[in-house]
């Protein structure tokens, strides 16, 4: 099944391109990823903070039935524009992965329908090529699916 999520990734380059469009409005999928109520259900994370503001930040931790963390994630918020751009770090915490720099672009596309673009600079080429082999292409795309679901949920 092709995923709806679509990462573009050249030979050689420290970034990779993240593309989806959504049946969804622009004020929807730009409050999909600054609301935190809604940013835990399309994550299946906890959201331990979120400012959505110049110098602001967040934390993300998710924890296993057992109560363990089995992942937290932080940055900073360097940039946001309503229904924009959100510039922002990344960090997964207890990795060797050294921090990255995300710009979020959110396009409307028609009244009805949306598009998010992130481009992902990583350190290295290394590091970025490492990311990758992980499971991150199927499981952003779950995540998005799951976005649009709950989105979709919500005006219906």
Do not use: C
Request: hydrophobic content about 40%.
């Amino acid at each position: 099944m092709e995923l709806k999520t679509k990462i573009t990734a050249e030979d050689g380059r420290q970034e990779i391109f993240i593309t989806r469009e959504f049946d969804i409005p622009l004020e929807l999928l730009f409050k999909a990823y600054t609301d935190a109520e809604i940013v835990a259900q399309w994550m299946g994370t906890n959201v331990l903070k979120l400012e959505n503001k110049q110098h602001g930040s967040y934390q993300f931790e998710t924890r296993n039935t057992n109560g363990d963390v089995v992942f937290k994630a932080h940055g900073t918020i360097h940039d946001i524009i309503p229904e924009q751009i959100i510039v922002r770090t990344f960090q997964m915490e207890n990795t060797p992965f050294p921090a990255q720099i995300e710009f979020l672009t959110f396009e409307k596309i028609s009244d009805d329908k949306s598009k998010i673009t992130i481009q992902t600079i990583y350190k290295s080429v290394e590091t970025r090529d490492q990311l990758l082999k992980l499971p991150f292409a199927q499981g952003i795309n779950m995540a998005h699916n799951r976005l649009q679901e709950i989105v979709l949920s919500s005006i219906n």
